[in-house]
């Protein structure tokens, strides 16, 4: 049986097989047929399923997924914006794949920088300076 696959990079594809649609009501436009025809779409994805993604890149999109991943390992994204089943299917198809996309970048790492001795010594200058200031405004002393 040969299933299809959907592109996000030109390493990774996801598998038809791990996509489940569950087409719901939508609130918002729709005239007479929004309580009459589901047209919003819950796209899953199963994480754990036949899509072969690398470990730092599925590691990065279930961090990057949030609050739509379920406890059952797939992330879920529900789109309703348009009128139609067509429109809302292919809104949430492009979201996943640009989730996944979004995934497949490695964050550039940080270098800690070091701070220059003649800045630290600026900073504690002024430190001594505000606190000399500060200690002069006590209140003035009779010493006869």
């Known amino acids: ?7 996000v990079t030109a390493s990774i594809a996801l598998d038809e097989r791990d ?8 609130a918002g436009p729709g005239g007479q047929n929004v309580n009459k025809v589901s047209t919003a779409v819950e796209l899953r994805f199963r994480l754990g ?8 890149v599925r590691a990065r999109l279930e961090k990057l ?3 739509r991943l379920t406890l059952e390992g797939e992330i879920v994204i529900r789109a309703d914006t348009h009128r139609t089943q ?5 809104e949430a198809l ?3 794949v640009a989730l996944v996309e979004q995934a497949t970048h490695a964050p ?4 800690k920088t070091r701070i220059p001795r003649a800045a630290r010594q600026k900073r504690l200058d002024h430190k001594a300076r505000r606190s000399d200031v500060k200690a002069k405004r006590g209140k003035v002393r009779d010493h006869d």
């Open 49 to 56: 399923g036949y899509t072969m993604l690398p470990d730092d």
């Open 19 to 26: 996509l489940d649609e569950r087409f719901i009501r939508a």
């Open 65 to 67: 997924a949030g609050r």
């Open 94 to 96: 492009e979201r996943l």
């Open 108 to 111: 550039k790492p940080r270098y």
């Open 1 to 7: 049986m040969l299933t299809a696959m959907i592109p």
């Open 86 to 90: 067509e429109r809302n299917r292919a």
